[in-house]
């Protein structure tokens, strides 16, 4: 997992938000959806990233709700 940001990961059927690099989950939510909303409420108020990890537990998605390291022209 990346060192800051909330992670959106599957968990036995289910999906949970989790704070990186911690081991407890914040929330367990029967649909992806409903961790996403929870994890983008907390990634906003706390300035992070959002993670959303696919079924496999890869990450296939990202925002960013802080300052972004990356910048770009135009």
């Known amino acids: ?3 800051k940001g909330q992670h ?3 968990n036995g059927g289910k999906w949970s938000v989790r704070k990186a690099g ?3 989950v914040t929330g367990t939510y029967s649909t992806q959806g409903e ?4 994890a983008r409420k907390i ?3 706390q300035s992070t990233e959002l ?3 696919g ?3 890869r990450i296939r998605e990202r925002d960013s709700y802080g300052n972004d390291p990356v910048k770009s022209k135009g």
Do not use: F, L, Q, W
């Open 43 to 45: 990634a906003k108020n």
């Open 22 to 24: 911690s081991s407890k």
């Open 8 to 10: 959106v990961v599957p």
């Open 51 to 53: 993670y959303i990890h």
């Open 35 to 38: 961790a996403i909303r929870e």
């Open 1 to 3: 997992m990346a060192t």
């Open 55 to 57: 079924r496999d537990g």
